[in-house]
């Protein structure tokens, strides 16, 4: 496969990048801060996600696209629309351009994160400006796959990271190795049409369903159960819903990160 993700400096392509090389993919990687380091297999392009002529040389030939550039957390309505909601129309525009049909697209739980923490469904409610965003893009690339035959998938991803980072993520933690199991099962899922998926490992504690996953091919590892030893015990946040402190975090207030 020859793929391009954008928001490759990131944490996650950073994390998932030597996984898919692995696989024995090739990777463009679109960014606008070039990664730290290139390894062989890999080739650098600076675009922005709004810049619709960058995106469109840069997809020309390859077979899929893993979008993952943008805020990963709250920022003004303005900011999330400017760059997670156009900039993933620009992304979808630019692939219809270039003839190319798959898609992994980096959403996030926040776009149901008012759901309640111990059953939650793909159902909105949102919980912020953050993941009203997630929402509405996922509406442009369920459009843009149903009018031009894409197969794509939305993965509401939870908390990615090489270990579980806190108590909440001893349910939603996603590993590396399963955030690259799941772009390969979504980058070769045949569709068409538009999945949601939630982006989360096989952990003990998940209230995720994990069928949808399973229906692109999506079959998750790891368990965040095996480093709870590791992980502090729960601060002030609140976990009675699912976006735990984004439901509560004054709207368009950066927080966190
Ligand atoms: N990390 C998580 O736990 C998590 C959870 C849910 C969803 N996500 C989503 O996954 C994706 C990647 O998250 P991450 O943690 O790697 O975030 P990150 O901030 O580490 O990486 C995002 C990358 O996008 C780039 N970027 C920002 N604006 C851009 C623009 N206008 N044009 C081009 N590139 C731009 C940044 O330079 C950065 O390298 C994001 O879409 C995020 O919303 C992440």
Not at 104 to 131: K, M, N, Q, R
Request: proline share 7%; hydrophobic share 45%; aromatic share 6%.
């Amino acid at each position: 496969m020859h793929v391009a993700l954008t928001g490759a400096a990131g944490r996650v392509a950073s994390g998932i990048r030597p996984l898919l090389l692995a696989r024995g993919w090739e990777l463009v990687l679109l960014d606008v801060d070039a990664p730290a380091e290139l390894a062989s297999g890999e080739r650098f392009v600076a675009a922005d996600v709004r810049d619709g002529s960058a995106l469109r040389r840069a997809f020309a030939g390859v077979d899929g696209v893993v979008h993952l550039g943008g805020v990963p957390s709250e920022r003004s309505w303005d900011v999330i629309h400017d760059v997670n909601v156009l900039g993933t129309r620009a992304v979808l525009e630019a692939m219809v351009d270039a003839g190319v049909h798959r898609l992994f697209h980096a959403s996030s739980v926040h776009a149901s994160g008012f759901e309640p923490a111990d059953a939650p469904t793909l159902a909105a409610p949102s919980d912020s400006f953050y993941g009203v965003g997630k929402l509405a893009a996922e509406a442009m690339v369920s459009v843009y796959a149903d009018r031009f035959g894409l197969s794509a998938v939305s993965a509401r991803i939870a908390s990615y990271g090489p270990q579980p980072a806190n108590v909440r993520a001893l349910a939603m933690w996603l590993s590396p190795g399963d955030a690259a199991r799941l772009v390969a099962a979504a980058l070769t899922w045949d569709g068409p049409g538009h999945a949601v998926v939630w982006g989360v490992s096989a952990n003990t504690r998940s209230p995720l369903d994990p069928e949808p996953g399973r229906a692109i091919g999506y079959h998750p590892l790891d368990d965040a159960e095996a480093h709870a030893h590791t992980v502090a015990p729960a601060g002030e946040e609140p976990l009675d819903r699912l976006g735990a402190g984004f439901c509560v975090r004054p709207l368009g207030i950066r927080g966190g990160r």
